[in-house]
């Protein structure tokens, strides 16, 4: 069964500086995809970035990046120079290749400081 | 049309009652996904429709919870006398498949309706 671990409950970083969080996966499927999702207190789930299983190269979208090391399946995201506005809970998720569906991890809660 | 819609965005009921969610996707997109948030985890995925078709349920989904998508366009998701444990946030989503299947599409989200049960 395919399974998101995410093993930070809460992590704390000051305004302008990098931060990473940290996702690992598990599935027998060769074929997957990888995503990130930001949900602020007000609930909605923002879409930040995807790496596909099959993908030669990092995913960057804007400040976000993902760190993508297939052998030890983990999917890393960086922000580079936080912001307040960053404050909120992060999702690594996977997608089942035959359904569609997203599998959650439990979150992470990002909290920026000035 | 800005994004997938929920109505309503709060729901207080007592345990017992039926209640019923409404999801408006995004106008285009042929896919929309049921999910449930409890506090402290990550959402779980309930069911989802290509166009009117239900095609997965989960588990989760007991005899109790019932998901329609008539016309392929909104969907709703009713539950039956209701329970403690049902209090939760409810996400709908939605996405644009093409028959290639394209790998990089993601599901865009709405608001959810949070559901507290007394």
């Known amino acids: 069964a395919q399974k998101i671990t995410q093993t930070q409950p809460g992590m704390f970083v000051q305004e302008k500086e990098a931060v990473t969080l940290d996702c690992t996966y598990d599935t027998s499927d060769p074929s997957y995809g990888l995503f990130w999702y930001k949900q602020p207190s007000s609930g909605e789930m923002i879409f930040l970035i995807y790496q596909g299983s099959y993908d030669q190269q990092n995913a960057t979208e804007g400040r976000y990046s993902l760190n993508f090391q297939k052998a030890r399946k983990s999917a890393n995201l960086v922000i580079s120079a936080s912001q307040l506005g960053d404050s909120a809970m992060y999702f690594c998720?996977?997608?089942?290749?035959?359904?569609?569906?997203?599998?959650f991890g439990t979150g992470t809660r990002l909290q920026v400081f000035p | 049309d800005t994004g997938v819609s929920q109505d309503p965005r709060h729901k207080i009921t007592k345990r017992g009652q039926n209640v019923t969610f409404r999801c408006d996707p995004i106008?285009?997109?042929?896919?929309l996904y049921w999910y449930r948030q409890t506090l402290g985890q990550g959402p779980e995925f309930l069911t989802y429709?290509?166009?009117?078709?239900?095609?997965?349920k989960s588990r989760l989904l007991s005899d109790r919870f019932s998901a329609e998508r008539p016309k392929g366009s909104f969907s709703t998701l009713e539950i039956q006398r209701t329970e403690q444990g049902d209090s939760a946030m409810y996400l709908c989503a939605s996405s644009l498949v093409g028959m290639d299947r394209g790998p990089s599409y993601e599901q865009y989200f709405g608001p959810g309706t949070r559901l507290t049960v007394t």
């Open positions: 998720a996977m997608r089942d290749w035959s359904t569609d569906k997203l599998i």
């Open positions: 429709f290509q166009n009117e078709a239900q095609l997965e």
């Open positions: 106008s285009e997109h042929n896919r």
